[in-house]
């Protein structure tokens, strides 16, 4: 049996992995990958600390939290195919969509 710490740990360092890279990556594209990261470390929070309390609340949780990243993953990718087809490029620091 893995202890409870472990699963922590692993989150921890799955959101910090996800935390550095949402602020140091200019590719769109990486950062929802960054994005996604943090919410599969909090989802693996919620399903170790339902299993150590052993409720379905934190599972019933983790379906909610996948329903939204999968929402967020078909509308920031609209978004993103719909920004490269108007400035042919995906990267934050070349994209300036209030200017005119």
């Not at 949780?61 to 999968?70: D, S």
Request: a positive charge; one cysteine or more; aromatic letters at 10%.
């Amino acid at each position: 049996m893995v202890p409870l710490s472990w699963y922590l740990v692993l989150s921890a360092v799955l959101f910090t992995l996800g935390a550095v890279g949402l602020f140091v990556k200019r590719n769109i594209i990486s950062i929802f990958m960054c994005i996604e990261l943090m919410l599969n470390a909090v989802n693996l929070s919620l399903v170790a600390f339902s299993s150590f309390l052993k409720h379905l609340d934190g599972q019933l949780f983790v379906f909610m939290v996948m329903v939204v990243a999968a929402a967020e993953a078909g509308v920031g990718l609209a978004l993103i195919i719909s920004v490269f087809r108007n400035r042919e490029s995906v990267d934050i620091d070349k994209l300036n969509l209030l200017k005119m």
